[in-house]
């Protein structure tokens, strides 16, 4: 499911993800409506991801499942390609096994070279809801922090990095593919929200991955993740 992401060449990143690997990502009750993980101990590292072969994924998530959320975290590549991918993983579905050509997810995506992305992956299979769009609101460079949120409100979704809203490309024709181009969504529509009812309810946490075109030896940290309940709908 790649698609042109610059005049001089493709980025696809992976399929499947490989099996969850759990670290001390986000820690948060379930009965609770605002989640923050527990203070670092003075010296201690965020947690990290890293990626040493093209096209791997680990992920980080939390046990407690949620429907509607408000989520964000503090991302940094600190190692590795500006071409790499890594972000949010939410309602995340694995049936309680280690297989991954059963897990169902979304994924919001940025890259250190200053693009976004959505995906949404069914019983293992991926298909892109907004593909590779350049924004000025993503900080670049290795070493670089940005700020990615995604807010959940039933089939709907907004996503923002650094506080900055972004608009999804959104196919005009149902099943088919988003593809972004010369700064246009193409046979499609820019929107604010994204509305998908495909996965309703599953964890949450965090995800980096590795490109083909980029390569491995990606290194993601990530720090001060937060869930709280949505505001009300405007």
């Known amino acids: 499911c790649s698609s042109p992401r610059r005049a001089t060449g493709a980025r696809a990143s992976g399929g499947a993800r490989p099996t969850v690997q759990t670290t001390r990502a986000i820690t ?31 992920c980080s998530g939390a ?31 694995n049936g309680g096994n280690t297989r991954t050509n059963d897990d169902s997810f979304y994924l919001f995506l940025i890259s250190s070279d200053g693009y976004y992305r959505v995906t949404r992956t069914l019983s293992g299979s991926e298909r892109v809801l907004s593909d590779w769009i350049p924004s000025d609101a993503i900080v670049q460079g290795i070493g670089a922090v940005n700020h990615v949120r995604v807010t959940a409100r039933a089939g709907r979704f907004s996503f ?31 929107t604010d929200v994204l509305e998908d009812d495909a996965v309703a309810y599953g964890q949450l946490g965090l995800i980096a991955r590795s490109t083909d075109t980029g390569g491995p030896g990606v290194s993601v940290a990530f720090d001060r993740v937060i869930v709280s309940m949505p505001e009300a709908a405007p």
């Open 160 to 190: 923002s990095v650094n506080g900055q809203p972004l608009a999804v490309c959104l196919p005009n024709a149902a099943g088919g593919q988003s593809t972004f181009s010369a700064g246009e969504c193409v046979d499609g529509t820019m």
């Open 28 to 58: 948060a009750p379930a009965n609770s409506a605002v989640a923050r993980r527990p203070p670092r101990q003075p010296g201690s590292r965020p947690d990290r991801c890293p990626l040493n072969r093209p096209l791997s994924a680990p």
């Open 63 to 93: 046990a407690p499942v949620f429907g509607d959320f408000d989520v964000r975290a503090e991302a940094r590549a600190s190692a590795g390609p500006r071409d790499n991918s890594f972000g949010l993983i939410f309602r995340l579905q």
